[in-house]
Structure formats: structure tokens, C-alpha cells
């Protein structure tokens, strides 16, 4: 492989407590040489490339998106999808099993390793499912699992309901040593609602799913955790009480942690009311950040892109949520890419299914409402989408150590820009920030050495 030289960046590696300005030499899909005197190190036809103004970090991960392949491609597919994760600045995917066919058993994780081999842009890492099926009523086989080469276990987009089985999968889990993911939501509790259960949903008339519906799985993952010392992660966190729970149960040693989404903490359960309920129920303060400008796009109540499991929040939630990443509770940062067809989500509210993208947006959103509202350093910000995911599911992954794969992610943190449905490259559109004026941008995204996606494609000298 040709050389690549990233010359006067701030280098942030967090795995490393690196941040300063310096060179960075990439070599055959290693890196190479960090350093204000690593341009004399590099071979006379190096690629040379200033990125002086710009963030150098590990290539960043998101351990939770829906690829849809296979069995749903109508609505994404690796390809695409892996595309839209390098036009994000992200490097390492997580896919969950709830495709067609699940990926429950060895040979379907055969078939998505093959496939991201032959079509994905980015490292794609598998999520095996719990149940058979996803159907909560009898294990997976674990172990084949496992062999087959799973980095975590869940049936996202479904919870398993029995206690018990639920014990047997945390118990599997730990002689496999995998982790254990959850889509936290108590089905009794939560029956067919389709918003946060508050003001909005009863002034819209939409039947409600209270915070208690996660809250509940919430308490019962600890324990489960606690019993049996597996590694048990909750995902896509939304509900006040279950930050409370988990930063509870961490400060006793408990294995659980937690993730969030960008939506949940950008948005709340008034943006389904439209556009001027949310402008003047949150007076401006959860988008309007420091530079960032521009006014608040507009849109109709009722809009299914407001529409995902779980649900947009309180603005008590919401700040729970921030609080949570803020102290540490919660460790990692995922977006729940969710995909959908532009028909699924043309009915009804009550009929159209859960989910938004969010590759392409996700770093800029919390680029804004974490380091420029000045609740997380960058530092501790890009660890949560590098070393934190990486510790979790040990991937050799979210560093950029002497001799690591040269996964490098390369963004501006000031760069203004307008997501436009246009510019996307994902095969849906189901996203509600088109229009929205955001702050922080992905300028190059490296994979083994390999230049995968540039924002600005003048940096790079070919």
C-alpha cells in the first residue's frame, strides 16, 4: 500500500491520552508514527495531506445499526449502508440480527461476513441474536455463535420478555465472554403505545409508552448482571430512571452499562406536536448552540420521522440523558440507524414503523449538544465512539497505537453545514434533520489505510 502522512492535525486518542498537534504516518494499513518529526520518517511518495485546523482520531465506531441485509434491502444494504457510515467519519459498524432471515445461527453470519467483505467500505462487525428467530421463546445456539465470529448478543428491535431465559442467555453469554445487548421495553407496560406517555401524547391523542416500559427491563438487566456476572448493555437509553438505575448499579461494581442516540438527547416528545410547539416549548436552547446559527426548519405535526422505540422524551428525560453522558454514567454513543421506505413511513402515526437514519448526522449532533454546549471535552467525547465501544466488545479497534489498524477519522468540529435529503447516502430517508443548519463534519475517513470517504475532496492529494 502506498504511505499516507496527515501532517499538523490535534491527534485525540483517547485509549492513549494523546491530544496534540502532530504528523500522523500511515504505513500498509498500520499506523506508522505519531509526532512533530514524523514527516522526516516518511518514504519519499508519501501522500501528503494537511489537515492543520482539523480533529485526528481513531476511527470511530458505532456498535448499533441496522444494515437490513439480508432479507430488507429495500431499505438498506451493507453497501449503502457502510457508505453512509464513512460519509459520517465512522470506521467500525455493529449490525443487529433482526434481519430476514435473523442472524441466529453460523451460516447467516457467514453470509454477512462474505457480503461486507465484497460490498462494505468499513469493518462491519456482527451482533448475534438471543432467541431463535428473535422470538423469545428458546436460546440461539451461543456457542456456534460465538465460533462463527459474533462480537455481542441481542434481539434489538425486540426484548425478551422471560426472566429466566433472559438468565440462561446472560449465563451463556458469560462462558462465551460476549456481551449481552438489550432493547430495553416491558411489552405489559408498554401495549401499543407509539410516544412518550406525557402531555403531547394525551394533546395528540397517540396512545402513550411510559418511560416505565424501559425503565423496568432496565432494573431487571442489573439484576440479572449482578447474578450472573455478565456483561449486559442497554441500549438506546431515553428514560430519566433508567440513568438513575444504572449509575446506581455501576457505582456498586455491577457489569451494566448503557448507550444513547443523538435524538434522544437533541429532541423531545413536543416535536411530534410540529414544529412552532417544539420551537416554543424548548425556547430554541436544544439546537440553537453557540455558532451554530440559522432558524429551526419547519415541519407538521405528526410526522412519522419523529417515530422511533424508544420514544422522544420529556425535556426531563432529556437532560437526564445529557447528564448521564456528562458524569460518565453512560459510556457510548451509537445512532440506531434504522432505515425505513419512504411508504412505510407515508401512513398514519399509528401505523407507520419505528426509526430514523442517523450515520450521517450523528457525530454533529453531538458534536453540538455535548462539546459546543459544553458538556463533554473532546476528549471524552470521541472516546465514547472509539475506546469505550471497543472495551466493550473487544474489538481490536478505537486506537491509534504503534502498529493498530490504521482506522483514522478526520473532522472539522467548527464546519458548518445543511443536511440536505439530496446530499444522503443511504438508501432511506427516513430522518427528520433534513434542513436543520448543524456544526461538525466529517473531512476524511480512513479504513486500513485506505481513504473511504472525503467531505472535501481537495484535501486529499492523489
Given at each position: 500500500m502506498n504511505s499516507l502522512l496527515?501532517?499538523?492535525g490535534r491527534v485525540i486518542d483517547p485509549a492513549n491520552h494523546l491530544d496534540t498537534i502532530a504528523d500522523l504516518l500511515i504505513q500498509d494499513g498500520k499506523i506508522a508514527a505519531i509526532g512533530i518529526e514524523t514527516a522526516r520518517q516518511a518514504p519519499p511518495d508519501t501522500e501528503r495531506t494537511d489537515v492543520r485546523g482539523l480533529i485526528v482520531c481513531p476511527g470511530l465506531i458505532d456498535l448499533h445499526v441496522h444494515l437490513r441485509e439480508p432479507g430488507q434491502t429495500a431499505k438498506e444494504n451493507i453497501a449503502t449502508g457502510t457508505l453512509a457510515a464513512a460519509r459520517g467519519g465512522f470506521t467500525s459498524l455493529v449490525c443487529m440480527p433482526n434481519t430476514s432471515p435473523a442472524i441466529d445461527n453460523a451460516g447467516t453470519v457467514a453470509l454477512i461476513h462474505d457480503r461486507a467483505k465484497r460490498d462494505g467500505v468499513v469493518n462491519l462487525f456482527v451482533a448475534g441474536a438471543i432467541t431463535k428467530n428473535i422470538a423469545g421463546e428458546e436460546l440461539a445456539p451461543i456457542g456456534s455463535l460465538k465460533r462463527a465470529g459474533v462480537v455481542a448478543i441481542t434481539d434489538d428491535g425486540h426484548c425478551v420478555q422471560n426472566n429466566e431465559l433472559m438468565r440462561r442467555a446472560c449465563e451463556y453469554a458469560k462462558m462465551f465472554d460476549l456481551t449481552v445487548m438489550d432493547h430495553c421495553q416491558d411489552y405489559s407496560l408498554v401495549t401499543e403505545g407509539v410516544m412518550h406517555e406525557g402531555r403531547?401524547?394525551?394533546?395528540l391523542g397517540l396512545q402513550g409508552w411510559p418511560a416505565a416500559g424501559e425503565e423496568m427491563i432496565v432494573a431487571r438487566n442489573i439484576l440479572l448482571a449482578e447474578l450472573t456476572g455478565a456483561r449486559v448493555h442497554c441500549q438506546h437509553l431515553s428514560a430519566a430512571g433508567s440513568v438513575d438505575l444504572i449509575r446506581a448499579a455501576k457505582q456498586r461494581g455491577v457489569p451494566i452499562s448503557g448507550e444513547a442516540c443523538p435524538h434522544h438527547f437533541t429532541l423531545t416528545d413536543a416535536a411530534i406536536a410540529g414544529s412552532d410547539k417544539f420551537w416554543a416549548g424548548d425556547g430554541g436552547k436544544v439546537f440553537r448552540v453557540q455558532g451554530s446559527g440559522g432558524e429551526l426548519p419547519t415541519w407538521p405535526a405528526y410526522d412519522t420521522n419523529f417515530k422511533m422505540n424508544p420514544p422522544l422524551r420529556s425535556a426531563r428525560d432529556r437532560e437526564a440523558i445529557l447528564a448521564g453522558l456528562a458524569d460518565g454514567t453512560i459510556e457510548i454513543l451509537c445512532s440506531d440507524h434504522a432505515p425505513h421506505c419512504d411508504f412505510e413511513k407515508e401512513v398514519e402515526f399509528d401505523y407507520a414503523p419505528f426509526g430514523i437514519t442517523g450515520l450521517e448526522t450523528e457525530l454533529a449532533l453531538s458534536l453540538m449538544q455535548l462539546y459546543h454546549?459544553?458538556?463533554l471535552s473532546?476528549?471524552?467525547?470521541?472516546?465514547?465512539y472509539t475506546v469505550a465501544p471497543a472495551r466493550l466488545l473487544n474489538l481490536a479497534k478505537g486506537t491509534l497505537s504503534i502498529g493498530a489498524d490504521a482506522d483514522v477519522t478526520v473532522f472539522d468540529p467548527d464546519r458548518e453545514w445543511v443536511f440536505a435529503r439530496s446530499d444522503t447516502t443511504?438508501?432511506?430517508?427516513?430522518?427528520?434533520f433534513y434542513d436543520w443548519r448543524l456544526k461538525g463534519k466529517a473531512v476524511i475517513t480512513i479504513v486500513g489505510g485506505k481513504v473511504v470517504a472525503a467531505t472535501r475532496p481537495e484535501v486529499i492529494a492523489q
Open positions: 496527515l501532517t499538523g403531547w401524547s394525551t394533546s454546549a459544553k458538556r473532546l476528549t471524552d467525547l470521541i472516546a465514547k443511504s438508501r432511506s430517508t427516513n430522518n427528520p
